[in-house]
């Protein structure tokens, strides 16, 4: 039997799958990851550290599953998206990438606009924090030297294919989203190009996320057990890949995913510019359609950082110690999940996180379930702004970490008004999307999984009347700015 792996480079860490002929994951294994924030809404992480957390995960798989190991036939990546990466000559990173929730470049995006004519109409989306067109132009002020030695930039997957490969290349999704690609024909820019300052010589070559861009180098197939020259694909940025791992491969399906941030994901067969609430429009990975996309910038963020502050080391268990408290909404403080800014609908870096309904009787756990509450509702915001775009959802999976919750889950169905379907796979649905498109890059199907194994969680009316309640406090924190 014919393994892949599918290796996910997310902002919290590193997580290898091998995935079977139907779809099932055999083996997996994972490696943390820490982000740095030297000064107020600076995000970053040393692309180093990336690849020491891919190789961990990969020694350990070598060391658990050599048989397996031997059986891999293609190579998936997958990865956290917008994290802009500059690499000297040697191909050494010249500083440590500023990624995706980083709010540093706010002046620049207005900037970017005006330097290009119908700016969304050719990248699909607005010029918005975090996007690698913006940090490049301030990388161009404010860091000059670093671009004037820069000689290519990539995303962070992108990065780790350079480790496994020695190619430099990226996908169709990934270089959509970098603001620097016209999307609808599918190529680099000269134009938005010129808005920063690079060249199409600093960019990688691009390939579809199913096409083979390279090998793996002998002496990593050798140190791991895997055969030799086996083909690395071009993979997918993480939204791109999680929708192929839930199964969105066909539009009007889609997905929210509740990791790091929170994203949702819809498959159009049509180019849609976004031309406003924070949403953004790139290729999907699946040939001929693309990506309608609404972005919470802090969901799984949100649950680490409240863990923090009530001194909770387990963030797991607090859920689970959440969930059995069974706590009634109307006694949660509200929440605003905006600790790094907001995206979807409100374009807006300079928001911040708010607790109202503070009171005496306020418990640690009251302020951690206004948290999920907070996040779920900010995904109901998404959910109504892509309802606004006339796109039609027909269904909607829930994926990522936080979709191992129970509690969390019925919150966001019942924030949208919809039913979600819940696959077993959740938490490793990136990972899976890169496998499916390995197995694709070498002659097999995308999706091979039986379908029906999803569990659908359902709205609550009770919850849903509850958070609907809460709306007009949640909606008042943008007067207050």
């Known amino acids: 039997m014919t393994l892949v792996l599918g290796i996910d480079l997310g902002t919290s860490g590193v997580k290898s799958v091998l995935v079977d002929e139907q779809d099932a994951i055999v083996a997996e294994a994972s490696a943390p990851l820490q982000i740095s924030r030297p000064k107020p809404l600076w995000c970053e992480q040393a692309p180093q550290d990336w690849w020491r957390a891919a190789e961990a995960t990969l020694d350990t798989l070598a060391a658990r599953e050599p048989a397996r190991m031997a059986a891999i036939g293609a190579i998936g990546l997958s990865g956290q998206m917008l994290g802009v990466t500059c690499l000297d000559e040697a191909d050494q990173p010249l500083r440590p990438a500023i990624l995706w929730n980083d709010g540093r470049a706010r002046a620049e995006c207005a900037e970017a606009e005006a330097a290009v004519p119908d700016f969304a109409g050719l990248v699909g989306c607005r010029a918005m924090v975090g996007f690698p067109l913006p940090k490049l132009r301030w990388l161009a002020r404010n860091e000059p030297g670093t671009l004037a030695r820069t000689r290519r930039v990539l995303m962070p997957k992108d990065y780790l294919r350079l480790q496994l490969t020695g190619v430099a290349a990226s996908d169709l999704t990934e270089a959509s989203a970098t603001l620097l690609m016209d999307t609808k024909a599918g190529h680099w820019s000269d134009e938005l190009l010129a808005a920063c300052g690079l060249s199409r010589d600093q960019l990688p070559a691009l390939v579809a996320s199913h096409a083979i861009s390279g090998t793996l180098r002998t002496g990593l197939a050798a140190r791991w057990g895997i055969p030799g020259d086996t083909p690395v694909v071009g993979g997918a940025g993480d939204n791109m890949s ?180 819940r696959a077993p796979s959740a938490s490793v649905g990136p990972a899976l999307g890169a496998a499916r498109l390995a197995r694709h890059g070498i002659g097999g199907p995308l999706v091979a999984g039986a379908a029906g194994s999803e569990e659908e969680i359902a709205p609550l009316p009770a919850m849903t009347e509850a958070l609907a309640g809460k709306r007009q406090r949640f909606a008042a924190h943008l007067a207050l700015r």
């Open 242 to 421: 999680g929708g192929v791992g839930a199964g969105i491969v066909a539009a009007g399906q889609a997905s929210i995913s509740l990791g790091t941030s929170g994203v949702y994901f819809l498959a159009n067969d049509r180019f849609l510019p976004a031309r406003g609430q924070g949403m953004h429009t790139h290729r999907h990975a699946v040939a001929g359609l693309f990506a309608q996309n609404g972005c919470i910038l802090s969901a799984g963020a949100a649950l680490t950082w409240v863990a923090a502050l009530v001194g909770a080391g387990d963030v797991p268990a607090l859920v689970r110690e959440v969930e059995a408290a069974s706590l009634p909404i109307d006694e949660t403080p509200v929440f605003t999940p905006y600790l790094s800014g907001e995206r979807t609908p409100h374009d807006d870096g300079g928001l911040t996180g708010t607790f109202s309904g503070l009171g005496m009787a306020t418990t640690r756990l009251h302020l951690v379930q206004s948290v999920l509450e907070g996040v779920a509702m900010a995904l109901g915001d998404c959910h109504r702004a892509l309802h606004e775009t006339g796109a039609a959802i027909a269904q909607v999976s829930l994926v990522g970490g936080g979709a191992g919750s129970r509690l969390w889950s019925e919150l966001v169905a019942s924030a949208i008004g919809m039913p979600l379907r």
